[in-house]
């Protein structure tokens, strides 16, 4: 069985992660328990916003990737 290693820093906190297949940015935010809702995430430098959500589901994660998440609250 072939298992994946992945460490990766989130927000500034380093994340040792094994899994059975390769993760997507996608699986990151399911696996961290973000909402596909008003979030900014940042991956590598690069930026995706809600209007270009759909390539998240494309981008596989390697080891010592670097994400930052914002979720964007609203209140009154």
Not at 7 to 26: A, D, N, P, R
Not at 41 to 65: A, P, R, S, V
């Amino acid at each position: 069985m072939k298992v994946f290693f992945y460490s990766i820093v989130l927000s500034g906190e380093t994340y040792k992660i094994y899994t059975k297949s390769c993760l997507t940015l996608s699986d990151m935010i399911t696996f961290f328990n973000y909402g596909n809702q008003l979030n900014i995430l940042e991956f590598n430098g690069q930026i995706y916003t809600k209007l270009n959500k759909q390539k998240i589901h494309q981008k596989y994660l390697q080891n010592k990737d670097q994400l930052e998440i914002i979720t964007i609250v609203g209140g009154g």
